[in-house]
């Protein structure tokens, strides 16, 4: 550059100005990303809380940059890692991480916490997690921060035009309507009528998300909750899914889509959008080898039957090739079929994305 500016100072003026309008449009391409859940997404909050509902020793983040576990369930990287590399930006820190300051917050926040549900009641046996109205209200304090460094507008019109994603509902049958034979919510309800419950206490989030600014949501339901190993090895019938969660998840999954129509028709635009991930996982369970996987029955990291008994510890049997697996634990999906399920959510048909994938929404959010 030193050479171009003494051989022409205009024409180097020039090549920077154009240079740093190039550069423009990638900076604010990286929307920001807000995430809100469970497990499935927890960037490692549960990291600085004191409960057993953690990943944060070894051999979780065995495959991750770093080699170290990260707080994520997961051997690598989650779906939100995978999704904010889609979006061109870093990943989001967890919303406890000291580090999460300065410019870091104009990245988004991760609020998710191990172990929640959709109700207060889910994962008591965890003790300290951050439940989902908790998650909601550090999203209103943490918008507050974001004002104080950009600007109260800057701020909302940030939070307006961000990605959205949240994940709820397997915990709920997981960790509460299944955790015993005789649970409260067993006797409370039959499955259709607590799915029903479920959906109508997931609306509420919702509404709450759009109150707080949120406007491209991505909606999760849940996975094939009895084919998970964890399941497999505790109410399966000679290795098949166990039919009650898998009966929850049937139903759960297709009230989330009628009800988020219907919440998108009532707000007058697609603000959600359903992210079947049942069908998503059901793909490569019912047939892993079509997907490159050698297993889906079999969890790489735990012990006891299909390696689904307890948790992933140093002590746990550990697959050599995290790549074969679908499941990395008993409960959470690999690194490799959390690309996969991101792939879907980025390209996949109404089959999967209702009403339309993320591409889609990245290429209509960029004409605004």
């Given amino acids: 550059m030193r050479s171009q500016v003494s051989a022409n100072i205009v024409a180097s003026s020039a090549a920077i100005v154009v240079a740093v309008v190039l550069l423009l449009p990638q900076a604010e391409a990286a929307r920001a990303f807000f995430v809100f859940g469970d497990s499935l997404v927890d960037n490692g909050n549960n990291n600085y809380l004191l409960t057993t509902a953690r990943a944060d020793s070894p051999p979780y983040g065995i495959d991750y940059p770093t080699h170290r576990p990260t707080g ?86 940030r939070v307006n035009q961000a990605l959205v994603l949240i994940t709820l509902g397997g915990n709920d049958y997981v960790n509460n309507y299944f955790l015993t034979p005789l649970s409260a919510r067993r006797l409370q309800y039959n499955i259709q009528d607590y799915s029903v419950f479920l959906i109508s206490e997931y609306r509420k989030i919702l509404l709450r998300l759009y109150e707080l600014g949120a406007r491209r949501v991505l909606v999760t339901g849940t996975g094939p909750i009895g084919c998970v190993p964890g399941e497999l090895a505790t109410r399966s019938r000679n290795g098949e899914c166990a039919e009650e969660p898998q009966q929850a998840a049937a139903t759960f999954n297709p009230l989330l889509i009628q009800m988020i129509q219907g919440l998108n028709q009532d707000l007058g635009s697609n603000v959600f959008v359903a992210v079947n991930a049942m069908q998503m996982q059901n793909d490569f369970i019912t047939n892993p080898r079509a997907f490159g996987f050698v297993t889906s029955k079999v969890a790489c990291c735990g012990q006891g039957a299909f390696n689904g008994v307890g948790l992933c510890t140093a002590a746990s049997n550990l697959c050599p090739d995290r790549n074969v697996y679908a499941f990395w634990d008993p409960f959470h999906p690999s690194e490799r079929a959390n690309k996969i399920i991101v792939q879907t959510i980025l390209t996949g048909s109404d089959k999967y994305m209702t009403p339309m994938n993320l591409s889609t929404i990245m290429a209509l959010d960029s004409k605004i």
Avoid: H
Avoid at 148 to 156: H, K, N, S, V, W
């Fill in 72 to 157: 994520r369930f997961s051997n690598g990287y989650n779906i939100p890692d995978l999704i904010s590399q889609a979006l061109g930006a870093e990943s989001t820190l967890p919303y406890l991480s000291p580090e999460l300051n300065g410019e870091k917050l104009l990245v988004g926040a991760n609020f998710a916490s191990a172990g929640i549900g959709i109700l207060n009641d889910t994962g008591i046996q965890f003790a300290n997690i951050i439940r989902i109205a908790q998650q909601l209200e550090l999203f209103a304090r943490y918008q507050q921060r974001l004002g104080a460094l950009i600007g109260a507008d800057q701020a909302e019109q």
